[in-house]
């Protein structure tokens, strides 16, 4: 299994980006993050119908878990982006489950990564 994650860059405070990973498969999917100099922590996750999300108490509200099927794409809606987010994000892929799991060791698949700058 193949992720391709994508959409990353600079962005000020405030502002808005979307990542997407590319996934071909019936997967519940995460996005994790790592800052530099600290650990690899959780974003949010869905599960594969979309039915179910789970988000980190640091986005939620801000950020917003999607999926859409047909084109084999999970997607990252952030908004009012912060100088905390700043970090690698990476997309992971279940494929033992359909629970939108926070824990990174449920994860089978690993996206190389993308950065998201966020600029105070």
């Known amino acids: 299994v193949q992720l391709q994650a994508s959409g990353g860059g600079l962005v000020q405070a405030g502002g808005s980006l979307r990542l997407s990973c590319a996934a071909s498969?019936?997967?519940?999917m995460g996005w994790f993050r790592q800052a530099p100099g600290k650990e690899r922590e959780f974003v949010a996750a869905?599960?594969?119908?979309?039915?179910?999300?789970n988000y980190a108490g640091s986005v939620k509200g801000r950020f917003s878990i999607s999926r859409d099927n047909a084109e084999n794409t999970v997607y990252l809606q952030m908004n009012s982006l912060k100088p905390e987010d700043t970090a690698v994000y990476y997309c992971?892929?279940?494929?033992?489950?359909?629970?939108?799991?926070?824990?990174?060791?449920?994860?089978?698949?690993w996206g190389q990564g993308t950065l998201v700058t966020v600029s105070s």
């Open positions: 992971a892929a279940d494929e033992h489950s359909d629970y939108a799991t926070a824990r990174s060791g449920d994860y089978d698949y």
């Open positions: 869905i599960s594969w119908s979309g039915g179910s999300t």
């Open positions: 498969g019936r997967y519940a």
